[in-house]
C-alpha cells in the first residue's frame, strides 16, 4: 500500500524553525518530484517548495530565504522517497496544515499526497 506520511508539525514562537519529513512509501517507482504545499483556514492550498529528481528547486516568495526543501544523501538507494522542509524565521501567516506531495509522470504516473500536519505560529 502506497503511504505519504508527514511528520514534525507544531506549534513554534514566532522567529523560530521546524523541520518537517515526509516518507513514501510502498511498492512503486521513485517520484519525478515532490514538493510541499499549505493551507491556511479559509484559503485555497498553495504550494510552498518543490524539488524534482534533479534535485532543482522551487519556491513561493513568501518563504524565499527562509525555507529550504532538501533530501538525504543522494546517493542513497531510498533518497528519492523521502523530503524534507526546514522552516526558519517563522511567521504568525505561515500558520497552516503542510502537505506533502509525490508525483511521477508517463509510465506508471501516480500523484499521491499526504495527510497534512499542522504548523502554528504563535506566542
Known amino acids: 500500500q502506497v503511504q505519504v506520511v508527514e511528520s514534525g508539525g507544531g506549534l513554534v514562537q514566532p522567529g523560530g524553525s521546524l523541520r518537517l519529513s515526509c516518507v513514501l512509501s510502498?511498492?512503486?517507482?521513485?517520484?519525478?518530484?515532490m514538493g510541499w504545499y499549505r493551507q491556511a483556514p479559509g484559503k485555497e492550498r498553495e504550494v510552498v517548495a518543490t524539488?524534482?529528481?534533479?534535485?532543482?528547486?522551487?519556491?513561493?516568495?513568501?518563504v524565499q530565504g527562509r525555507f529550504t526543501i532538501f533530501r538525504d544523501d543522494i546517493f542513497r538507494d531510498d533518497a528519492k522517497n523521502k523530503v524534507y522542509l526546514r522552516m526558519n524565521s517563522l511567521r504568525r501567516e505561515d500558520t497552516a496544515v503542510y502537505y506533502c506531495?509525490?508525483?511521477?509522470?508517463?509510465?506508471?504516473?501516480?500523484?499521491?499526497w499526504g495527510q497534512g500536519t499542522q504548523v502554528t505560529v504563535s506566542s
Open positions: 506531495n509525490a508525483q511521477r509522470a508517463g509510465f506508471n504516473s501516480y500523484d499521491y
Open positions: 510502498g511498492s512503486i517507482f521513485s517520484p519525478h518530484a
Open positions: 524539488i524534482n529528481g534533479g534535485n532543482t528547486t522551487n519556491y513561493a516568495d513568501s
